[in-house]
Every structure is written in structure tokens, then in C-alpha cells.
């Protein structure tokens, strides 16, 4: 099925569930002011480096700008953020929660939402959101098909991509099948994350994109057709799982182990939602220069991440700041820097200023890192109802 088909229904379910609520009634003047000397719990995942040295970079320059001070609780999943929100919840905790901002999408943000839990709308009231061109890019307030609501704002843009050594493979696979025959041929030298890290789960809907019949299926909720839509999936783990790195009794944590994996020699795949990560690894000397980046010829995964404040945080205002603060170009443009994280913008270059756009044509693209061109079709991410069942599913079958 074409992928332009398939954004086309993602954008139809989504956009029929519900518009935009009204924007908040304070200033953004008020705002600011009321953010002054406020401390910010920002709950986001703490598992790579760099991007810890970004969000200490945004710590420095919201104490320098706003006289915020930053604390990034580190996270080692999401849902951990959300546990604590519901639970204050329960305990009629309605006001100075303990989370201020949660990095967040999909299955965790429907969470929040059905539940009533976060705070907004809240992009109406961010200056910076501006900045963004949502009639060219729809997709960015749908978040795993569920609409946003103004509910997150979104500051990145992320794509799965397989990276690989030129000196140990000459054709690298343009499928998942060819990536299975690959693995059987050369057994122990590919691998992927245990779900539910997240970009392991996010292999196995890939995988599940090119085995279903139907891909729009994804984009619905998971019911009774979970069994048989999964089936082909399975079938697949099953053929892969005895031919994996260390006979797939034990999974790497995550990209970062990938790339240690990669650069020792042990297997011949590293995976990645930050399509820049093999050329900050190259600039880092985590990797050698002859390693390079591919994507599958159907397309592969991606998504958009957001920020979003819970409904009782203490600080509202310095969230607000914050949220707008990474949309700025100067945060966006530090963050797409190949050698601080090489995640992609959400900003429209037609709408920055030439300052602005100057920030971004001074980046060096990376010599891992492919063009936008070069990058292929993108494939929405399936309704989060998949995500759970599929996490569950892999750890009942393969978790032990």
C-alpha cells in the first residue's frame, strides 16, 4: 500500500476525534513574569548522554534568560513520570504535583489524556508554536493517531534508521525479510533491544508494517484482531530469535549498546531514532569513519516527541516557558547539531526569520547522516492500543 495512503487514513482518524479547545486566558507576558525564580521538574529520559548535556544546555539557558532552575529527573521509561501523576491524582494531590513537564508521546500521552491529567491546551499560548507550519505538516498534532489538542507541544522529530560498517557489509538489507535472511546467513551478528524500549518495540511494528495485509489496520484501535494480525509477526521472531546475537537469550538496552555492539565488531546492525546518531557517534570516536546510515526501502517509523504539563504541576508557568524556550530556533538548531543530538526540527524554515534559518544552514549535516531525500518514506506510527499488547505479547513469548 502506498505510505501516502496510509499518512492519508492516519490523518482521517485522528483529525475526526476532536479539534483544538480554546487557548488560555493569561498573557504570555504574565507568564513569563509569574516564571521568575520557579524551579522545574522536567521528567524525561535520561539514557543517552548527549542528549542529558542538551537538556542541561536548555537548564543553563533558562536560568540565564528566565531565572528558571532546571532539575531533569531522569527517567528510564515514561510511564514512570505518569505512575506518579496518577497516583497524586489518588491521592488528592490536585495542585504543587511533583512533575512539572514529562517528555512524552504516544501510549503515555493517551494515558494522560484519557485520564484527564494534563494541563492546557497549552500551544495557543506559546509564541514560538508560530513557528511551525501545521498545514503542511498535519501530522505533527497527531501523536500515535490520537490527537493532540493543544495538550503537548511537540520539539522533535524523530525517524528509525539502521547503521551499519561499509567494511563489513557491502548491501545492507532493504527489508525486514531481507534483513531475516541476513541474520540466517551470518548467525549471531544482528540484534535489536528488548521491548518495551522503546526502539525495540518499535523494530517489532516495524517488522509488522511490511507482514500485515493490511497496513491501515495499524492505525485502528486493537481488538479482537489483535491474534491473527500479530500472527505473521510472531512467525517471523520465531525464525529470527535462534539466529540473534548471543541466540536471542539476551538484548542490548538500547542504541547506545548498539553502537558499542557495532563498533566492536560483534554484530553487523546498529538501530536509531535520531537519523544524525551514526555521525555524532563517528565525531564522538564511538564509531569508525566507514560507518554509514540506511532505511528500508518501504519506509521506516516516525514520530514526533512533545513535551506536556501534568494538570497539577506546581510550576505551570516555568513549563510554559520551557515548552516555548525548545521551540525557539537556537534550541531547536543546538538539538539538530549532529554532534549534540542530530534530532530533526519541527520548525518551518519559510516561517524563521534569516537569523533564524542562518542557525540551521550553518549546520554541518554529518558525514553518516542521510539527506532528507535520502531518508524515504516515513511510516506513521500504529494506534498505541498496539504498542501495549505487542510489549506484552513479546514478554510472555520471549521475555524469560
Given amino acids: 500500500m502506498a505510505i501516502s495512503k496510509i499518512w492519508g487514513s492516519a490523518l482521517a482518524v485522528?483529525?475526526?476525534?476532536?479539534?483544538?479547545?480554546?487557548?488560555?486566558?493569561?498573557?504570555?507576558?504574565?507568564?513569563?513574569a509569574e516564571a521568575r525564580g520557579q524551579t522545574l521538574y522536567w521528567n524525561a529520559w535520561g539514557g543517552d548522554e548527549g542528549i542529558n548535556d542538551y537538556v542541561a544546555w536548555v537548564g543553563e539557558r533558562l536560568a540565564e534568560e528566565y531565572e528558571i532552575e532546571l532539575v531533569h529527573v531522569k527517567l528510564s521509561d515514561t510511564a514512570e513520570a505518569v505512575r506518579k501523576v496518577v497516583a497524586?491524582?489518588?491521592a488528592g494531590r490536585h495542585a504543587d504535583g511533583s512533575v512539572d513537564l514529562i517528555w512524552i508521546n504516544g501510549e503515555n500521552f493517551k494515558a494522560m489524556k484519557d485520564q484527564d491529567l494534563l494541563h492546557g491546551p497549552i500551544t495557543p499560548s506559546l509564541p514560538n508554536y508560530a513557528l511551525?507550519?501545521?498545514?503542511?505538516n498535519p501530522a505533527i498534532e497527531l501523536d500515535f493517531t490520537i490527537p493532540t489538542g493543544g495538550y503537548e507541544s511537540p520539539y522533535g522529530q524523530a525517524k528509525l534508521v539502521f547503521i551499519y560498517d561499509t567494511q563489513t557489509v557491502s548491501e545492507p538489507p532493504a527489508s525486514m525479510a531481507a534483513l531475516l535472511d541476513h541474520a540466517a546467513a551470518n548467525p549471531g551478528r544482528v540484534t535489536y533491544p528488548a521491548p518495551p524500549q522503546f526502539l525495540g518495540t518499535t523494530f517489532l511494528k516495524q517488522a509488522l508494517y511490511e507482514l500485515v495485509d493490511d497496513p491501515e489496520t495499524l492505525l485502528l484501535e486493537a481488538g479482537d484482531n489483535f491474534d491473527a494480525v500479530t500472527a505473521p509477526l510472531w512467525a517471523y521472531l520465531d525464525r529470527l530469535h535462534p539466529v540473534l546475537w548471543r541466540?536471542?537469550?539476551?538484548?542490548p538496552s538500547g542504541d547506545d549498546a548498539l553502537i558499542r555492539l557495532l563498533d566492536e565488531g560483534a554484530v553487523d546492525f546498529a538501530l536509531s531514532f535520531h537519523?544524525?546518531?551514526?555521525?555524532a557517534a563517528i565525531a564522538q570516536?564511538?564509531?569508525?569513519?566507514?560507518?554509514?546510515?540506511?532505511?528500508?526501502a518501504e519506509g521506516t517509523i516516525g514520530n514526533t516527541h512533545y513535551v506536556a504539563i501534568p494538570y497539577n504541576a506546581a510550576h505551570k508557568a516555568a513549563a510554559m516557558?520551557?515548552?516555548?524556550?525548545?521551540l525557539s530556533p537556537e534550541a531547536q538548531a543546538r538539538k539538530q547539531h549532529p554532534d549534540v543530538w542530530g534530532d530533526m526540527t519541527v520548525l518551518s524554515m519559510a516561517r524563521l526569520s534569516e537569523e533564524g534559518r542562518a542557525l540551521f544552514d550553518a549546520l554541518p549535516r554529518g558525514i553518516a547522516t542521510l539527506g532528507p531525500a535520502e531518508l524515504g518514506p516515513t511510516l506513521p506510527e500504529p494506534h498505541p492500543s498496539w504498542m501495549t499488547r505487542i510489549e506484552a505479547s513479546w514478554l510472555e513469548r520471549y521475555g524469560s
Avoid at 479539534?19 to 507568564?31: C, D, F, I
Avoid at 516557558?321 to 525548545?326: D, P, Q, S
Fill in 285 to 296: 570516536d564511538l564509531l569508525p569513519d566507514t560507518v554509514r546510515t540506511f532505511v528500508l
Fill in 321 to 326: 516557558v520551557a515548552a516555548n524556550f525548545l
Fill in 132 to 136: 511551525i507550519d501545521v498545514a503542511a
Fill in 275 to 279: 537519523p544524525g546518531k551514526a555521525s
Fill in 14 to 32: 485522528g483529525l475526526a476525534l476532536g479539534g483544538l479547545p480554546a487557548a488560555q486566558a493569561q498573557s504570555w507576558e504574565e507568564t513569563v
Fill in 88 to 90: 497524586e491524582k489518588a
Fill in 247 to 251: 541466540d536471542g537469550k539476551d538484548f
